[in-house]
């Protein structure tokens, strides 16, 4: 059974989890105006846990035969028979179970909410079959990280944390698009619907910085409506030098480095807004 839990997390890339975690602890702090509870944050972690490892394993799961007929994909778990369906549908229900369990321990908005970002997060799996606008929607499933975390902590929604979210959304969207470039032959002879499909390579680029730029300028609103200071700001100024060298790395639609564009400089940036976030909040940093 062990052996089957490491497969399984292999093929969700549960590493992958430092993207979407950290924002969601922004919001935590946003909302808290400093440190949330203990509780508060342990709760938060296994939602976005619950979350997460329920839909990437609810795409491997829909998506199972275009990944067998995708080289990129065909050794991934279900496709190599590494698992059955059955298995990773059992996995799906307990990740969903513990979304559901955490969401009511938070406030009783989080759990009537659950079930929304459930439908989000499966109709991500099926929108590139008829939608190039599935990198939005993927990016909205991740803008529910701050905006639920923030909803946890204060029982309601406010101008800010909408914002932020729809910051998310479009860095997201933006890094998703470029993502997706690595299956741009495939998907047009499978007939499967992405941006990069519709625009080709440097128009996908294009887009991508279009979406950054987006996610900056409204992060750069939120520091002014909250209002937050310095330390916020370095974060925005480092975050934007990030996306400008993950751009850089793939100058000249050179898409050999993309792996590195695509990991590492996302994770950081997930990083650098939550420790920005963490420093601008501290008790004597001019925060709460």
Request: some cysteine; charged content about 10%.
């Amino acid at each position: 059974m062990m052996g089957r839990v490491r497969i399984f997390m292999e093929m969700i890339k549960f590493s992958h989890t430092v993207f979407a975690l950290p924002f969601a602890f922004t919001g935590a702090l946003l909302a808290a105006r400093g440190l949330p509870t203990w509780a508060q944050i342990g709760w938060i972690m296994l939602a976005m846990v619950g979350a997460r490892t329920a839909a990437m394993g609810l795409n491997r799961l829909i998506d199972a035969e275009i990944d067998r007929e995708n080289p990129r994909t065909a050794n991934r778990a279900l496709p190599a028979g590494l698992l059955g369906k059955g298995t990773v549908l059992l996995f799906i229900l307990l990740a969903v179970a513990l979304l559901l369990v955490a969401a009511a321990q938070l406030n009783r908005l989080c759990l009537y909410l659950a079930p929304l970002a459930l439908f989000f997060l499966v109709l991500y799996s099926y929108c590139k079959r008829f939608t190039v606008l599935a990198h939005v929607v993927l990016g909205l499933c991740l803008a529910a990280a701050p905006v639920g975390a923030w909803i946890a902590i204060r029982g309601g929604l406010e101008l800010p944390i909408i914002l932020l979210g729809v910051a998310v959304l479009f860095w997201v969207a933006g890094f998703d698009i470029l993502y997706a470039l690595q299956d741009l032959e495939f998907d047009r002879s499978f007939g499967l619907h992405s941006i990069p499909v519709r625009l080709g390579v440097r128009g996908s680029l294009w887009a991508s910085r279009l979406c950054y730029l987006l996610m900056v300028g409204l992060l750069g609103v939120v520091a002014w409506l909250l209002p937050l200071g310095g330390f916020f700001l370095a974060g925005i100024l480092l975050t934007g030098c990030m996306l400008v060298y993950q751009h850089w790395l793939l100058r000249d639609a050179d898409l050999t480095k993309l792996d590195a564009a695509f990991f590492n400089m996302n994770a950081y940036i997930s990083l650098t807004i939550f420790v920005a976030t963490l420093v601008e909040v501290l008790p004597g940093q001019g925060g709460a």
